[in-house]
């Protein structure tokens, strides 16, 4: 299986590739930076990540429907205001060896942002006009130009929407930034993966005077987003679909795990879902009756050495002390009321 992220930058792209470089074997990011990029190159590992077209890389790859894609979007506001506040950073004090580290246009632009108060209105829009004079349209509607720029002409141009919004239905699994926890709950799901959250990196706290509260500097923004605004509905209403699945067939776990241990006073096993890390609620009934709950937070040595859990903190211990089980007794243990399909390798008795 070889995959493709589409890296659209300010989506929460950093997280996303540390967390695929973290359960596949071979991964590559930042493919734009490559001198040399081509098929071969990308065909020799799993995951592939960059700041490339959605064009560029069907072009590059020849035939995409042998990838899996992948891409994440974000409300368009916050995505613009993220994006500018970016590059305005490079020019601070402090900051000199990362702006020499981007292209020249970038450095240009950056030191230019210097001299606008983004607070003001006006002066957003005399930024926006700047822009245009220079020929520079990256920051205009940034989402749609990755999903359809057409690669053969000087000044970014973009075919219809509709086009683009063909190349977003060809993306296998779409996420949106303001929701990435649930996407990869739902990428783990779709992978047998286990899950592990990942906080969102590389933000920038500096406003630099945009406020996305103020109804006047998101009017003065509005060229920069409008057609990113449709973009970003249809992405939204694929990932809602997916996620309405996901949490409808949420109880359907990847359960693995074993009882061990069956006394009169005593159950103990572990139990782990293979697609999170989270701890599972186990509760314990005798003849169909809740006797007790409990966490499967428990250290197990043994299952962290044989890797079958990366932390071993999946064990569960019940004490029993108002009743005893007896060998007539129906013996049940439960996840979320979903019978555990475990097996068991206790001596004593379990009813499945």
Not at 7 to 25: M, Q, R, Y
Not at 179 to 184: H, S, V
Not at 224 to 231: A, G, S
Not at 242 to 255: A, D, F, G, S
Request: hydrophobic letters at 35%; glycine letters at 4%.
């Amino acid at each position: 299986m070889k995959i493709f992220y589409l890296h659209i930058p300010k989506t929460a792209g950093s997280s996303i590739n540390t967390f695929f470089s973290s359960n596949v074997e071979k991964s590559l990011v930042h493919i734009e930076s490559l001198n040399k990029l081509n098929k071969e190159t990308l065909e020799n590992y799993d995951y592939v990540a960059g700041h490339i077209t959605f064009n560029k890389f069907s072009d590059l790859v020849k035939n995409i429907n042998s990838w899996t894609l992948i891409s994440t979007f974000r409300e368009p506001v916050s995505y613009v205001v993220s994006h500018l506040k970016w590059v305005r950073k490079l020019a601070e004090p402090g900051e000199e060896k990362r702006l020499k580290m981007h292209p020249e246009i970038f450095q240009k632009i950056a030191l230019e942002m210097t001299n606008y108060d983004f607070s003001n209105p006006n002066q957003i829009n005399d930024f926006i006009k700047w822009l245009e004079k220079i020929n520079f349209y990256y920051f205009h509607n940034t989402q749609l130009y990755y999903l359809n720029q057409k690669i053969d002409q000087k000044r970014v141009t973009f075919d219809n929407i509709e086009q683009a919004i063909k190349n977003l239905n060809k993306i296998d699994f779409i996420g949106i930034q303001e929701e990435l926890d649930i996407f990869l709950k739902i990428i783990s799901s779709k992978f047998n993966w286990i899950y592990k959250e990942m906080p969102i990196v590389n933000v920038n706290n500096k406003n630099f005077g945009f406020d996305i509260n103020n109804k006047d500097i998101v009017a003065a923004l509005e060229p920069l987003y409008n057609k990113d605004r449709i973009i970003y509905n249809e992405a939204k209403k694929i990932f809602e679909k997916t996620k309405e699945e996901y949490l409808k067939n949420k109880k359907v776990r990847n359960i693995i795990g074993y009882v061990d241990n069956i006394k009169s006073n005593i159950v103990s096993g572990w139990a782990m879902d293979k697609n999170s890390l989270d701890n599972l609620d186990i509760s314990l009934y005798v003849n169909n009756k809740l006797i007790m709950k409990t966490k499967n937070n428990l250290f197990r040595k043994d299952l962290k050495e044989k890797n079958i859990h990366p932390s071993g903190y999946c064990g569960f211990l019940f004490h029993i002390n108002d009743i005893k089980i007896n060998n007539s007794d129906k013996v049940d243990i439960r996840i979320e009321e979903t019978v555990l399909p475990l097996g068991h390798k206790a001596k004593g008795f379990f009813s499945e």
